[in-house]
């Protein structure tokens, strides 16, 4: 199992009901798909959602969600991935921050 959880690189592995479901979560939606691939959990039945929300901060954001089945094990994998533009710090504020990680 430890081979199957890691070939993506998941950041969080939690159980979620002992002896019966783990919890896992990627950065990214492509990491989880990768995941799904690579483990060969891509079944076509697979329950698995997409969409897209709003955190109460008002910060956007697209989530997948799939719950693959692996030798009687349930797996909830989730990964929420950022959509507001990122926008690069102004000239001063990225120079005072250097200046401040050298100090």
Do not use: C
């Not at 896992?24 to 060969?40: E, N, P, Q, R």
């Not at 076509?44 to 989530?63: A, F, N």
Request: without cysteine.
């Amino acid at each position: 199992m430890a081979e199957l959880l890691l070939l993506a690189d998941p950041t969080d592995i939690r159980v979620h009901t002992p002896g019966v479901s783990l919890s896992v979560t990627f950065d990214s939606i492509a990491a989880l798909k990768s995941w799904l691939h690579l483990a060969g959990l891509n079944d076509p039945d697979m329950l698995v959602g997409e969409h897209d929300g709003t955190t109460t901060d008002g910060r956007p954001y697209r989530q997948m969600n799939a719950y693959p089945r692996w030798h009687g094990w349930e797996f909830y994998a989730i990964a929420t991935e950022y959509t507001d533009p990122v926008e690069p710090l102004d000239s001063s504020t990225a120079d005072r921050l250097a200046a401040l990680a050298v100090a």
